[in-house]
């Protein structure tokens, strides 16, 4: 049996190293993966020292029946284990599981370290192109890209598009190969469009390198995420009436009653918690009609209490508010373009009905991730998409998908052995972006790929990228 994964990112990590760990010899499994964050992804490999955790250590096993591994593996102390630690320490502990898994398993763990374009059916399976040229074949594809690239910033002009002082990604290289964002002048007076979690990053990486220009941050709504408590909470049981909305799937009932008990639950940090090992299910069951109210509705507010802040981080954000350093603005832009030696940009903030001209050094996008399948950039999935072979959740929620896993093609039937893993399941699942659901995700598809055949032997498949 040949498995190729798609994306070497947490997704594509983990469940590769399920599969290793488990199936037997005569299985061939590929992970496929951009050179620049092999074994990390995005997340965790192209990090900087400052980015932190949204999570504990002690939380964060990337396996599902060992949560505490991530601070087993570094040999943390009781204290530490409650901290919030870089991201890039994240990364190399996924990089060394990965490794271990390979040199234990009895079935072949191949690393191609090459960007995958390409996907055709052939003769019962999968050609897989690459970007170097090569391809091969395989008998089950597993798209572990996670989320998609950033949407063109709407109102950004020509000229300004193609500038130095716009930023449509924080992270992207400068023309000197450089950080763009470390080329950002320190008086600069800069927008951030954005106001979660990447604006944080982006803030932070901005002060530690000693900016001091004024930076304004906005979003429809000017919300920020909320913080992390300083110490563990202690875990709440859900009342009957919010499990009684649960499974009902009546999401005017659920919003009733979480409003009802945040003002008298000791805090509502556990209550949100409390939600999360039924929100799968919860979902699946909501109608589209209802699923689009909550998007428009709900979503920005539901993401600032459900994704928080490590609170050394929140703690940086609100010092640089009160000091009159960040101003979060809630609003929208109308137009960004480059006049003479600055950006104008128009915009119009929430609860007016006119808009106002103002000037910025430099515009940087931080609006997170992306699944809407229908706009996406993303070479192999627009290839996957314009050959019929995945279909549009019409909420722009990612893929159609089967609830195992497999991707639903533009008829809505099945495509035998072509599944998904990650942010591309979220119009299914909606909680699947971080840790805890996508190692349980991992776990379960793994079981179900290895009990789907048996395994073969002498395939010559892989020479092609093992050289």
Known sequence: ??????GAGFSGCVLATELARAAPAGVDIQLVGTPDSYGRGVAYGEARPEHLLNVRARDLG????HPGEFADWLSLTERARHSFLPRLVYGEYLHSRLHGAAQVSLAALARVEQEAIAIQRDAGAFRIHLA???DFLSDVVVLTVGALPPQPLAGVGPRLAVHPSYLGWPWQ???????AIDNVPPGARVLVIGTGLTMADVVTTLHRRGHRGPIT?????GLLPNAHSEDPIAAIALPPTVLQALNSHDLR????????????????RALIDALRPYIQRFWRGLPVPQRGQFLRHLRAHWEVLRHRLAPALANEIEELRVRGRLRIRAGRMLRARRGGDAIEV???ERGFAHASSEQFDVLIRATGFDTDLERTSHPLVAQL?????????PLGLGINASPRFEALDGNGSVVRGLYALGPLLRAQLWEITAVPELRVAARTLARQLLAAAPARHGHQAWQAVQG
């Open 1 to 6: 049996m040949r498995i190729s994964i798609i």
């Open 62 to 65: 990337a396996t599902s029946d």
């Open 132 to 134: 170097d040229g090569a």
């Open 173 to 179: 290289n400068g023309l000197d190969g450089t950080g």
């Open 217 to 221: 941050a906005l979003s429809r709504h």
């Open 253 to 268: 009932q659920l919003v009733r009653a979480l409003r009802t008990l945040i003002p008298i639950v000791p805090d509502w």
């Open 346 to 348: 128009l915009i119009r």
């Open 385 to 393: 998409r314009d050959s019929g072979m995945l279909s549009a959740d």
